[in-house]
């Protein structure tokens, strides 16, 4: 009986050795699937125009004309193309990716976008058009063989680097404690008492200053 069962469980883990993995129903797929602390440039290139970001360690991201950006902005995007996850792999009849592209809007694509890795290597992610049913976008990583899509917000934040540029928040500086603002000093008429010595005079509030 014992040698059966000795049987039995090798000829199982045999088995389970030869067969592929299946894949989790829910498992997370990911299109591109790297460390976003090896990103050192991110260029995109869109129908409106371009732009491009250099890491300055240890977390800041700046124009490449070493203006500083929004830091929020560029690494919520750095962040999501590193892990860029997918809503659903793209299945074409012959599980080949189609000699023409263009029904996908691939070629050339709508935004390209380009991560540059701190070893000198480069991820080129293509996003094209919208699906049939408007709820993602087309995207296909360069030499991966597979076209997959990916939600409506991350594509949108991508081109709005380039239309509305990451400028980082301007800071104001407060007003001096204890010093009113918008407070105007009455006028002295003629004939009234003069101001008794040692009682402070209302002063006007100084202007705001001005943002940089």
Do not use: C
Request: proline share 11%; glycine share 6%.
């Amino acid at each position: 009986m014992v040698a059966v069962f000795a049987l039995l469980a090798g000829v199982a883990f045999a088995v389970e050795k030869t067969q592929p993995a299946i894949q989790p129903e829910n498992a997370t797929v990911y299109a591109l699937d790297i460390k976003d602390t090896d990103i050192q440039r991110l260029e995109v290139i869109a129908p409106t125009g371009s732009a491009a970001f250099d890491r300055a360690e240890p977390f800041v991201w700046q124009f490449t004309s070493g203006d500083p950006a929004d830091l929020s902005r560029v690494s919520s995007v750095i962040n999501r193309l590193a892990k860029l996850r997918s809503s659903a792999k793209v299945n074409f009849p012959s599980d080949k990716l189609p000699a023409d592209l263009s029904p996908y809007a691939m070629e050339p694509a709508s935004i390209t976008t380009t991560l540059t890795m701190k070893d000198g290597s480069s991820k080129v992610v293509r996003f094209g058009s919208k699906t049939p049913n408007d709820a993602a976008y087309y995207v296909m990583v360069e030499g991966s063989g597979e076209m997959h899509t990916v939600n409506t917000l991350l594509v949108g934040d991508i081109e709005k680097l380039v239309t509305d540029p990451p400028l980082p928040s301007p800071t104001t500086t407060p007003a001096a404690a204890g010093t009113p603002r918008g407070t105007p000093t009455p006028p002295t008429g003629e004939g009234e008492p003069a101001q008794a010595e040692g009682t402070p005079t209302p002063t006007i509030g100084l202007p705001a200053p001005s943002l940089n």
